[in-house]
Nanobody
Framework: QVQFVESGGGLVQSGGSLRLSCAASGSSFRFYTMGWYRQAPGKQRELVARIASGGVTNYVDSVKGRFTISRDNAKNTVYLQMNSLKPEDTAVYYC?????????WGQGTQVTVSS
């Protein structure tokens, strides 16, 4: 069963940057559309960015122009470059497949943006 290990989170000031990484297991990674999701305290988990197997990307409006998703199929890894971070970006960030996420969510990585 596919597994995901997220890393790269931390505490940054408003306007700062972070780069998240997600290492996925399994030989079929390159065929899947992958997404970065986030869950803020008291809120539902939401998809913020996705990247298809061929590299086409899509973003939720709140992060357009600030976040960039990319992937390295040779390394089974998906990245999320986050610039111009805002306090409302504070959340636990997860990666998973899209549109049907695996039930096997990783532990996520905490991103905290201070004002």
């Amino acid at each position: 069963q596919v597994q995901f290990v997220e890393s790269g989170g931390g505490l940054v000031q408003s306007g700062g940057s972070l780069r998240l990484s997600c290492a996925a297991s399994g030989s079929s990674f390159r065929f899947y559309t992958m997404g970065w999701y986030r869950q803020a305290p008291g809120k539902q988990r939401e998809l913020v960015a996705r990247i298809a197997s061929g590299g086409v990307t899509n973003y939720v409006d709140s992060v357009k122009g600030r976040f960039t998703i990319s992937r390295d199929n040779a390394k089974n890894t998906v990245y999320l470059q986050m610039n111009s971070l805002k306090p409302e970006d504070t959340a636990v960030y997860y990666c998973n497949s899209f549109p049907i996420p695996s039930n096997n969510w990783g532990q996520g990585t905490q991103v905290t943006v201070s004002s």
